[in-house]
């Protein structure tokens, strides 16, 4: 099995919070993530496939495609945007780095038509990555 990954980069405002919870809750909860003018993160995206090479191409899919794929289903959707109020797919999701990386996934699995999508890695931050393997 070979595994193959691409790195995309985005850049993206959010501000965590719960609509039911108080205003102090969730500072308690988020701190000065539940700013309620919002913070941004310079995000990268790392998408993976699993698979076996192609007999005729040798690779177990084009980084060409899975390129506009990551950027056509995912990133130009997301880039430059404030997510929690210019991205239909997170509407009514508070947009932690978990539930980011969830909605890439279902942007992105219905477009993979070579090898399969193993996982994907959003990094948040120097320190802090979420990775995702599907359902």
């Given at each position: 099995m070979i595994y193959?990954?691409?790195r995309s980069h985005f850049s993206?405002?959010?501000?965590?919070?719960?609509?039911?919870f108080?205003?102090?809750?969730n500072v308690d909860m988020?701190?000065?993530c539940a700013n309620p003018n919002g913070?941004?993160?310079n995000y990268y995206l790392e998408v993976c496939i699993a698979g076996e090479p192609n007999r005729e191409t040798g690779y177990v899919i084009d980084l060409k495609k899975l390129k506009r794929i990551i950027n056509e289903q995912f990133v130009d959707k997301v880039?430059?945007?404030?997510?929690?109020?210019?991205v239909d797919f997170l509407s009514g999701i508070n947009p932690t780095?978990?539930?980011?990386?969830?909605a890439a996934w279902k942007q992105i699995v219905p477009h993979i038509t070579e090898g399969t999508l193993h996982s994907i890695r959003l990094h948040e931050t120097e320190n802090n990555f979420v990775e995702?393997?599907?359902?």
């Open positions: 193959v990954t691409r993206a405002s959010h501000r965590l919070f719960n609509p039911k108080s205003d102090e809750k988020f701190d000065k913070h941004g993160h880039d430059h945007k404030n997510l929690n109020v210019d780095a978990e539930n980011i990386v969830i995702y393997r599907g359902e």
